[in-house]
C-alpha cells in the first residue's frame, strides 16, 4: 500500500504545570489546538515481512531506532503480535524541531494510526492511546487530533469547541530550547502566573480573541525566563518590532500570534522583514484533520 500523510503541529493556548509527581513526571493543565502546519510521510507498506526504513531530507533527525516512527513501528508490531512488515518511509519536515510545535509526536501519532488502518483497525482508539502514551506524552493528543483541554501527563483529554475566526502567525527563532531544561527551571519558579483555562475555553466557543489572549499564560516559559538569555531577548525584539501579542508554545521557543484573516499576509510579510533570521509561518486552526 502506498501512503502519503500530512502531519499536523499543534499550539498550546495556555499551559499550566500543576504539580510535580514523585517519579518525575510533571502533571499539566492546557488547552492543546491542531493547526495547518504540517510535515509530510510518504511511502509504501509492502505485503512482506521485513524491516522499517526511513529517510529524510533533514540533517540531524536520526533514522535508526531512536526516531520515534521506529519506536512506533516496533511498539505496534510488539502489541500486536503481527510479524513487523517491510515499510519503506519517506519524511519531509516543514515543523521545526525544539518549537514547542510537537512535531516528532504528531508523526508518531499519524503513522500510528496508518499501521492499524492497515491492518484492518488491529486496536481500538483506547489501546492507541494507551500505545502512544507510552512513547510520547503528547501523542494521545495527536491521535485525537482536535481541540482540547489537555491534563494529568497528556492521557487526560477533554474535547472543547474552537470558534476562533483568527489566522495563526508562528515565528520560530533560530535556536531552540530543550524541553528537560524547561521543565527543570519551572520546579524553581517562584509565583507562578496560571492560565485561567475555563475562561479560554469560553473565548474559544465565543469567538472572543480579547477573552482568550488575556487568560493565556505559560509555566513553562516564565520559567525559561529567568534563565534562558535567547529566550528573554527574542521576546523583547517581537514585543517591540513586531505589535501585538505573542506566546509561547509548549516548552518553546516557537512563539505564535493571532491576526485578523485580511490582514494576515500583511502581517507576515511585516515579520519577515523584521525577523529575517527567523522563519516564519502562516497557519489556520484545525477542528479536525481527516487524514
Do not use: W
Not at 485580511?262 to 509561518?281: D, M, P
Request: aromatic share 10%; net charge negative; hydrophobic share 35%.
Amino acid at each position: 500500500m502506498i501512503f502519503d500523510l500530512k502531519s499536523n503541529a499543534k499550539i498550546n493556548l495556555g499551559l499550566n504545570v500543576t504539580e510535580l509527581l514523585p517519579n518525575g513526571y510533571h502533571l499539566l493543565d492546557m488547552i492543546m489546538i491542531p493547526i495547518s502546519l504540517s510535515d509530510k510521510i510518504s511511502g509504501e507498506i509492502y505485503d512482506t515481512i521485513g524491516d522499517l526504513e526511513i529517510k529524510t531530507d533533514t540533517a540531524g533527525i536520526p533514522t535508526d531506532k531512536r526516531n520515534i516512527l521506529y519506536k512506533i513501528y516496533e511498539k505496534f508490531y510488539s502489541e500486536s503480535g503481527i510479524s513487523p512488515h517491510k515499510i519503506s518511509l519517506y519524511l519531509e519536515k516543514v515543523i521545526p524541531h525544539e518549537a514547542g510545535l510537537g512535531g516528532g509526536s504528531s508523526n508518531g501519532a499519524f503513522f500510528l494510526k496508518l499501521l492499524n488502518r492497515y491492518h484492518g483497525d488491529f486496536f481500538p482508539m483506547e489501546k492507541l492511546l494507551q500505545i502512544g502514551k507510552s512513547i510520547g506524552a503528547d501523542i494521545p493528543f495527536f491521535l485525537i487530533n482536535k481541540p482540547a483541554r489537555v491534563r494529568g501527563i497528556g492521557e487526560e483529554i477533554e474535547l472543547i469547541e474552537n470558534n476562533l475566526d483568527m489566522d495563526i502567525i508562528v515565528i520560530k527563532p533560530p535556536f531552540g530550547v530543550s524541553t528537560a531544561l524547561a521543565y527543570k527551571n519551572v520546579d524553581n519558579l517562584q509565583n507562578k502566573k496560571y492560565a485561567d483555562i475555563p475562561s479560554i475555553i469560553k473565548g474559544l466557543k465565543e469567538n472572543n480573541l480579547k477573552l482568550v489572549e488575556n487568560n493565556i499564560e505559560n509555566n513553562l516559559e516564565q520559567g525559561l525566563l529567568q534563565v534562558d538569555t535567547n529566550i528573554v531577548d527574542f521576546r523583547k525584539i517581537l514585543e517591540d518590532t513586531c505589535g501585538g501579542r505573542f506566546f509561547m508554545s509548549g516548552s518553546g521557543s516557537a512563539y505564535y500570534t493571532f491576526v485578523q484573516r485580511h490582514q494576515s499576509k500583511e502581517k507576515v510579510k511585516a515579520i519577515k522583514e523584521h525577523l529575517q533570521h527567523c522563519r516564519v509561518y502562516l497557519c489556520s486552526g484545525l477542528d479536525e484533520y481527516i487524514y
